[in-house]
């Protein structure tokens, strides 16, 4: 870490901290390669009309993504909230206006009781209200029908297995093909389905009609998202944007969700890079840091290591087992950790400790490296 990167934080009273959580929104979101970097400079060199690049944006996105429309926005959590907007105001000028009154409108999202998450809350934030289908154990196709009613304006799909809510949980195909019978919209959280890359055009080609993702995935900025669709949901959503607020003059529900010229092009450099690298130099680089982890620790007194490959290489993880002949416990270790100099943050699960590697800048693999030599012996 060189001193200027420092002194950005440490000027402000903010002590940097080497991320060993991987791309989390609470350490920061994921590393900007220097091709979004430059990208992101060479943005800020001119002003553009921001309905043009809106548009301009979204269509080579949706190019690259295989959907019919696409829209960079603040974050998935925004992509989602924009989608449900849309469903329930189409283009309606007076309903856009209206939300989050959704009186006349059809304001019910179906989600699976085992799908609920706490990013569910996005899909609220417009007037929506959550219907819950079956049981946090499970649910059937005809628990699914039975929730669904005149109100429903949507259902929602988990698309992430989040906590193994998978294991419980309907298809995606079930979801699509009861939803596509009652004339309804299934809309996907896709946040870190990025990988592998044929994994971000599947739910598109395969039905969805709204398709959300989280941009610091693929690396972009930590609070820019994509929201991918069919035309006709792809267009009402839009009418919400912070864009449409200022250029049409209409009461959009999506002002506070605003971007700078420079993310917006950011978002695009980062997918058409991820779309061009060569994953499996990517992958060999993350391994090799792991075997650097876990050399270190192998002769380490109770400590057993593992490596994990998890989100599809998004947050590919050394994780360390301690057992009673451990130095310390995995808490003490992780606060060990995080409050040595410089600052080192895992996530600590358990009788396990993770050492995420993909958001390791060069050199600091070896930080870690010696600090848990330093705290577990060997």
């Known amino acids: 870490m060189s001193q200027l990167e420092s002194s950005i934080f440490t ?65 998935c959590a925004a992509a989602l909230s924009l989608a449900v907007a849309g469903i329930m105001s189409g283009t309606d000028r007076e309903r856009i206006a209206q939300l989050p009154d959704t009186t006349g409108m059809k304001d019910e999202i179906v989600i699976q009781a085992c799908q609920r998450y706490s990013y569910d809350r996005a899909l609220t934030l417009c007037g929506a209200r959550l219907v819950e289908a079956g049981s946090p154990e499970g649910v059937t196709e005809a628990e699914l029908e039975a929730a669904i009613t005149d ?22 195909e079930t979801l699509r093909d009861v939803a596509h019978v009652h004339g309804l919209p299934l809309i ?91 994953h499996e130099e990517r992958m060999a680089q993350n391994e090799a840091k792991g075997r650097v982890l876990r050399r270190t620790v192998a002769n380490c007194p109770g400590v057993t290591s593992h490596w994990e490959t998890r989100l599809t290489s998004i947050m590919d993880t050394v994780r360390l087992e ?27 699960d358990g009788n396990s400790l993770d050492v995420v590697v993909n958001q390791l800048y060069e050199g600091e693999t070896e930080i870690v490296a010696e600090r848990l030599q330093e705290l577990l012996g060997g």
Not at 151 to 172: K, P
């Open 322 to 348: 301690l057992d009673e002949g451990a130095a310390m416990s995995t808490q003490e270790l992780s606060e060990a950790l995080a409050n040595g100099n410089p600052s080192i943050v895992t996530l600590a």
């Open 188 to 278: 996907v959280d896709a946040a870190s389905v990025v990988f592998p890359l044929e994994r971000m055009t599947w739910f598109s080609e395969n039905g969805a009609d709204i398709v959300c993702f989280g941009a610091k995935y693929f690396g972009a900025f930590n609070g820019s998202g994509i929201l991918t669709g069919k035309h006709k949901y792809m267009e009402a959503a839009i009418e919400h944007s912070f864009v449409n607020f200022e250029t049409e003059q209409n009461r959009a529900f999506g002002r506070p969700f605003k971007l700078d010229r420079q993310e917006i092009v950011g978002v695009v450099a980062a997918l058409t890079e991820w779309f061009e690298m060569d």
């Open 151 to 172: 109100r429903t304006a949507a259902v929602h799909y988990l698309g992430v297995d989040f906590w193994g809510v998978q294991e419980h949980s309907l298809s995606f």
């Open 11 to 75: 000027d402000l009273g903010v002590a940097p901290v080497i991320n060993a959580a991987g791309p989390r929104t609470v350490m920061g979101g994921s590393r900007l390669s220097p091709a979004v970097a430059e990208a992101y400079q060479a943005a800020n060199r001119h002003f553009v009309v921001m309905k043009d690049l809106q548009a301009r944006s979204g269509e080579h996105l949706a190019q690259m993504l295989g959907s019919e429309m696409a829209l960079v926005t603040s974050g």
